[in-house]
Nanobody, 122 residues
Framework: QVQLVESGGGLVQAGESLRLSCVAS????????LVWIRQAQGKEREFVAG????????LYADSVKGRFTISRDKAKNTVYLQMNNLKPEDTALYYC???????????????WGRGTQVTVSS
């Protein structure tokens, strides 16, 4: 069973950057996807970005396009989320999740990490 562990969250000011990491233990199938999903306090979980493990193709939410970049390092079994020009509305608990394909429902991803907190002050 693949396990996911996130790191890299923290407290930053608006306009600053953070890079989140998600290390996967175990094999990830080429056709699988790894995604970042966030949940702000009192709100539903929201898709942020995703990457197909084999092809490296990416997908972004409109709210982060041009500011966030998802990438993966196959040798390290790690997915990254580079977040630039952070805004207070990016404040949330960021989860790494994995599944066989993209889905509209968080339940479409059977594997989840525990999350890493990102807080952006104005």
């Amino acid at each position: 069973q693949v396990q996911l562990v996130e790191s890299g969250g923290g407290l930053v000011q608006a306009g600053e950057s953070l890079r989140l990491s998600c290390v996967a233990s175990g094999r990830i199938f080429s056709s699988g996807v790894l995604v970042w999903i966030r949940q702000a306090q009192g709100k539903e979980r929201e898709f942020v970005a995703g990457i197909r493990w084999g092809a490296g193709t990416t997908l972004y939410a409109d709210s982060v396009k041009g500011r966030f970049t998802i990438s993966r390092d196959k040798a390290k079994n790690t997915v990254y989320l580079q977040m630039n020009n952070l805004k207070p509305e990016d404040t949330a608990l960021y989860y790494c999740a994995a599944g066989s394909s993209y889905g509209a429902n968080p339940r479409d991803y059977p594997l989840w990490g525990r999350g890493t907190q990102v807080t952006v002050s104005s």
